[in-house]
């Protein structure tokens, strides 16, 4: 018989990198929530980006760590940005069960032009395109891939049209960033990234209770068919969206502190944390296969004084070949 999952006072508190999945019976809720620390720091300093760049990729490698979890199987969750913004490429990419990596691809000087201008609002450096979920279970399955517009004023309020479209669950996503400054053990001043983010989704018993909102029709209609919200929804929306960005990042609340003063009123409950690492899944062997399936003249093309240097976009990890290894025989 499964034992009961615990109450929020009868386990160890996750801590950083852990994500903590919970469950809210007297609403009707279950979800996820998380705040990265070294693993965020790790991805970020690795690559050195500008605070605007870092901060946008910060809140994409929470969302895709809180769905990431949720993989019932091996596979892989991408996140992706593609726009004609300053910051044109954010991915983010999970492995499950527990390894995450990430990177930006931004235009610097496009970049430079935004902040002199007081344009460096996450809308305005993304600009227009995209967002993808790609859920990858392997190479013998087909891929799935969820796409909706950038159309949000941040990626938190950009997600929430993502589930309302695409999942179709009623669901609530929270996402928070930080930079702290403070002093090592030696006394030294050092610099450190901090993220945190919560996913609330509804998910009752009966399904016609999933009832939302009609979405806006186009060329500014302002009338038609409304459908109000299951009241137990409305309430755990409610509640989820009076959390304060500090709180989300802050290592003196701790998740499951946030948790209980969301939902202790309706008996939350939390389950055993998951940890994620950063870990990338290149490797020497992989690359190589890539470059023994180019054509004599690629290789050539690609080599210089007769070796092929190639990092890898995530870690930065730089692998060399001299062109005999990898011209086919």
């Known amino acids: 018989m499964a034992q009961p999952a615990p109450t929020l006072g009868e386990i160890d508190f996750a801590g950083d990198d852990h994500v903590v999945p919970f469950q809210v019976e007297g609403l009707d809720v279950r979800g996820r929530a998380v705040q990265l620390g070294p693993v965020l720091d790790a991805i970020l300093e690795r690559h050195d980006y500008p605070q605007p760049v870092a901060r946008l990729l910060a809140e994409a490698i929470v969302l895709t760590v809180l769905l990431g979890t949720s993989l019932k199987f091996e596979g892989k969750l991408i996140l992706q940005t593609k726009s004609d913004g300053p910051v044109d490429l954010l991915v983010a990419d999970f492995s499950s069960p527990e390894n995450v990596r990430a990177y930006a691809r931004f235009d610097a000087d496009a970049l430079d032009a935004a902040v002199q201008s007081g344009k460096a609002a996450p809308h305005e450096l993304l600009g227009k395109g995209i967002l993808a979920f790609t859920i990858d279970q392997g190479a013998h399955t087909q891929r799935y891939q969820g796409i909706v517009a950038l159309d949000g004023h941040t990626l938190e309020e950009i997600a929430g049209v993502y589930f309302r479209q695409s999942e179709q669950i009623p669901t609530r996503v929270r996402l928070g960033v930080a930079e702290l400054f403070d002093r090592d053990e030696n006394g030294k001043a050092r610099h450190r990234w901090r993220a945190g983010g919560m996913v609330a989704q509804f998910l009752p018993e009966s399904p016609e209770r999933m009832r939302q909102a009609d979405l806006p029709g186009g060329d500014g209609e302002k009338f038609g068919h409304s459908i109000g919200e299951d009241d137990k929804w409305a309430e755990a929306r409610s509640l989820v969206e009076t959390i304060d960005a500090d709180e989300l990042t802050d290592p003196n609340v701790g998740t499951e502190r946030l948790l209980f003063r969301l939902f202790h009123e309706r008996g939350v409950r939390v389950y055993p944390p998951q940890q994620v690492f950063d870990r990338c899944s290149c490797s020497r062997d992989k690359l190589k296969a890539v ?21 890898c976009e995530f870690c930065s990890t730089t692998y060399r070949f001299e062109v005999g290894e990898v011209t086919a025989a």
Do not use: Q, R
């Open 291 to 311: 470059l023994s399936s180019l054509s004599p003249d690629e290789v050539e093309n690609t080599a210089t004084d007769g070796h092929i240097a190639a990092t």
